[in-house]
């Protein structure tokens, strides 16, 4: 069996218009391995090739070159489809429907049979928080909700991988965190997630891995926290100011503003920051709070696609 849910081999895309003679190389080169049951952040600036990728890997745009596998078959074998869901970027629905009704009707088509509908249904609705509204027609949602009801539509089938196009773009913070719990709650159960989102405080929260794309190549993949720079410097806060503790820590390091108990201190490497804790501890510090500064994903995002310019 394969260790990756996804692993693509120099994937190409070439949109080539006739009429304009425009050409655009929407994805090039992309060598992506998402690892079993991992949560991954496939993330780039606006048109950089993230829907484009997402449709090759569902066989619904033809590669110009490359190759790709998903649990190391073929996008071509109905065994693989099946275990795939998916939540488009722009979806529309049949909006006279019911969202049970839609559920049902998107859940037909999958193949799934009566007696597992009838309790896949009211599970997925559960999930995405719309039970209360099951029986409301799709055409009186917000939009917020109708995303709900797209992601419930996408683990209907109770797919290995689940890819999620912007599936969190419409929501408010309450349904963000609610479709982040909902992530876990997947992984926890050895799903694999795909996502592609541009909220990137989100996609730190719940993702192990990711990809950073700009102009059709990945600039950037790995582990978020091997990605994200450590910076040797540190915020300190201390039960009660200590002048001794304050000596120690010059000894050691710079201290760049101190204010009561709190004080930020740099030291010279990210290896000195355990040497900084002991030496407050030794001096008989007691420390309440001991932050290392780090990169936020935001700050790798600009970093990379500025550097890529
Ligand atoms: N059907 C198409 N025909 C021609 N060009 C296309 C088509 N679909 C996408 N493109 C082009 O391919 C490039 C990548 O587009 P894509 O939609 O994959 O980007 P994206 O990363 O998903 O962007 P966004 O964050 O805005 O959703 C863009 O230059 C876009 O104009
Ligand atoms: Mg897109």
């Not at 998402?34 to 780039?44: A, E, I």
């Amino acid at each position: 069996m394969t260790e990756y849910a996804v692993e693509t081999h120099q994937l190409r895309k070439v949109y080539r218009s006739r009429l304009r003679k425009q050409v655009v190389v929407a994805v090039d080169s992309l060598d992506l391995k998402v690892p079993q049951g991992c949560v991954f952040g496939f993330l780039g600036p606006n048109g950089a090739g993230k829907t484009t990728t997402i449709m090759m890997l569902l066989g619904n745009v033809y590669p110009t070159s490359g190759s790709f596998r998903i649990f190391g078959e073929a996008i071509s074998s109905m065994s693989v489809r099946r275990r795939i869901g998916f939540l488009p970027e722009k979806f529309q629905f049949h909006d006279l429907l019911t969202a049970e009704e839609l559920l049902w009707f998107h859940g037909r088509l999958a193949g799934m049979d009566r007696h597992l509908l009838a309790r896949r249904v009211p599970e997925v609705l559960e999930q995405v928080g719309l039970s209360e509204r099951a029986r409301s027609r799709v055409r009186e949602f917000s939009k917020g909700m109708q995303q709900r009801l797209g992601i419930a539509q996408a683990i209907l089938h109770d797919p290995d991988l689940i890819i999620l196009d912007e599936p969190t773009s419409a929501l408010d913070p309450l349904g963000r965190r609610d479709v982040r719990d909902l992530i876990l709650h997947l992984k926890s159960r050895g799903k694999t997630i795909f996502l592609n989102s541009h909220l990137l405080s989100e996609v730190e929260m719940v993702c192990d891995e990711v990809a950073i794309l700009r102009a059709g190549r990945v600039q950037r993949q790995g582990d978020l926290d091997m990605l994200l720079q450590v910076h040797p410097v540190v915020d300190v806060e201390l039960r009660v100011p200590s002048e001794r503790v304050m000596q120690a820590v010059r000894a050691v390091s710079s201290v760049l503003s101190e204010d009561g108990t709190s004080f930020t201190a740099e030291v010279q490497s990210e290896e000195d920051i355990p040497m900084l804790a002991r030496c407050i501890i030794e001096a008989g510090g007691e420390i309440m709070r001991f932050v290392p500064h780090r990169e936020s994903l935001e700050d790798l995002f600009v970093r990379v696609v500025e550097e890529t310019k």
